[in-house]
């Protein structure tokens, strides 16, 4: 079945650094793929989405291109800040073609001043 | 903004009691759904509504747990009798519609501890 696999956690980076998240994921079709955040006491957000092969979401300084070749949509940003401090889920809709999200794990990032 | 609203944000229950949640989707939105979060891993989704119809419940531990949408806005989850390995957030969503591009929106959850 369809199935997302995030890096593990927690990431601990300096402010300022550069932020990776590995993404890959499994799925029959063409899923749209998503990052969710979610800050300390809050639900999920959408960060970014991206619908097909090669496409390229991008908000609040965070990028992540749709890579099919490699099945894989890892987020990244050049420089993060304290305040991006939250846990990331990497999902995708499956391919029941519902809306129904498959989510990751999730992975911590801790941001240090 | 227009936000999902839960209630409560926390309970804390004894294992075989009946617990209930609530969820007031985004006005107009036809999609919602309920997801299940254990602790360290992602969302799970437990039921989805189509207004007040059920989409996909297949997830859904129909012998201890019920979902409803009667008038296709509002939903209450309800669980009976709750079990220790129910302990986990539970969180809604809304969309306007199901198709793959509407975002779904999430309530900040209620949080569920089974003593």
């Known amino acids: 079945g369809d199935s997302v696999t995030q890096m593990e956690g927690p990431v601990t980076l300096s402010e300022e650094a550069f932020l990776t998240i590995n993404c890959t994921y499994t799925?029959?079709?063409?899923?749209?793929l998503f990052w969710y955040v979610q800050y300390p006491g809050e639900g999920l957000q959408l960060l970014l989405k991206a619908t097909k092969a090669d496409d390229k979401g991008s908000n609040k300084g965070f990028e992540a291109t749709y890579r099919k070749e490699t099945t894989s949509f890892h987020l990244e940003k050049g420089s993060v800040q304290v305040s991006d401090s939250a846990v990331y889920f990497c999902a995708l809709d499956g391919s029941s073609n519902t809306g129904k999200l498959i989510f990751g794990q999730g992975t911590t990032l801790q941001v240090k001043p | 903004e227009a936000e999902v609203a839960q209630s409560p944000r926390y309970k804390i229950t004894e294992k075989s009691q009946a617990v209930a949640f609530w969820c007031d989707p985004i006005?107009?939105?036809?999609?919602l759904y309920w997801y299940r979060q254990i602790l360290g891993q992602g969302p799970e989704l437990l039921v989805q509504f189509q207004d007040e119809s059920v989409v996909d419940d297949s997830q859904l531990p129909k012998d201890r747990f019920s979902a409803e949408r009667l008038k296709g806005v509002d939903s209450t989850l309800k669980i009976q009798p709750a079990e220790l390995g129910d302990s986990a957030m539970y969180l809604c969503?809304?969309?306007?519609?199901?198709?793959?591009?509407?975002?779904?929106?999430f309530g900040p959850g209620t949080r569920l501890t089974v003593l």
């Open positions: 969503a809304s969309s306007a519609a199901s198709g793959r591009t509407d975002t779904q929106y």
């Open positions: 006005s107009g939105h036809a999609t």
């Open positions: 799925a029959t079709g063409y899923p749209s």
